[in-house]
């Protein structure tokens, strides 16, 4: 193959709706969460103040990250994926936070190492796959060593427990496969079992079984799921067309659980209706498309498969958020990219960004 010729600028569009994204998760997550800081920690910018510290070095992950070859970082990948699943082991070490195991502290901050996990294996899957030497038409090329690492990764990031970092990571994984060249049957027979396992687990001993049942009964009427779900209605309803104001909402002041952090979409379509949702969701929207544009423009199999797999990550996990606050999906306890309050989940979502941009790029030799 040829080499790529590379531009001189990366995709402008991506970078403002990203900034753009950033500054509205900035404003809002003081909006929904001054009150609660104050009442609780004495300090109105508390969370504030600590996103922006985040932002800071998610717009110098972004930077740095645009700059790097990535075809020949793509090489330590390998080491970096077994170290991102230490980094999983090591959480249950730590103390618990809201009955998990997610977090490691990191000084006076802390992070949670499944992000870091979700993040290295898009980039290890891209690397090992687009080995022209991989024929995954071969079910054994397949599972090995896929089906192993994976599945460590996934099962310690079950027993945190995170059942949607989990989904999030299934769904981005088998779509990588899928964008690879993996056979639909091989594919189809590779998740069975692992449905089967979800199955067991849930109905047979009984994990996060209640708040499956809440969303079976939230499906017919969302005032009867559970507490989170009621008030996520409640709370998006309350805003209408144009919301009751920045920094108005009432559902906030310790109805809605976690206004700024897994329900910050509730919270803001209070404040400023489903015109302020929609500008929001067009901005996410344009960020996705400019990221499956730019993997379909990619020169080769390791660029494509990895601007394809970062750009399903970040697709995957703002359906799962917005799918649980509109009722759609189970509670799950994931925030919403660029949005939610959240060091690592801000940091990482921002490397994903950071890896579309340092791809916008690469452009296939005419």
Known sequence: MKRSLTKSTVDEGLLLAYLALMVIGLVMIYSTSSILAEGRFGSHLLFLRQQCLWAMLSLGAVF???KLNLSRMAIYSVPALLVSMVLLALAFVGPVRNEAH???????????????????LVFFLAFSLSNPRRDLT??????WPY??????????????????STIVISITVVGIFFLAGARIKHLLGAAAPMVA??????FGL??????????????????QGSYQARQAALTLGAGGWLGVGLGEGHQKLFFLPYPHTDFIFAATGEEIGLLGLMVILTLLFYLLWRGLRISFTQPDKFGYLLAGGMTLSLFVNIAVNIGVVTSLLPVTGLPLPFISYGGSSLVMSSAAVGVLLNLSRRTVPR
């Open 64 to 66: 740095v990250i645009s």
């Open 138 to 143: 071969d079910l054994r090329q397949l599972l």
């Open 147 to 164: 089906l192993p690492l994976t599945g460590v990764g996934l099962l310690l990031v079950l027993l945190e427990p995170d059942l949607g």
């Open 102 to 120: 997610r977090w490691i502290a990191l000084g006076p901050f802390s992070g949670q190492p499944s992000e870091i996990f979700r993040f290295v």
């Open 197 to 202: 396992m979800a199955l067991l687990v849930v």
């Open 206 to 223: 009984g994990y996060k079984k209640a708040r499956i049942m809440d969303f079976v009964a939230a499906v017919a009427d969302p005032l």
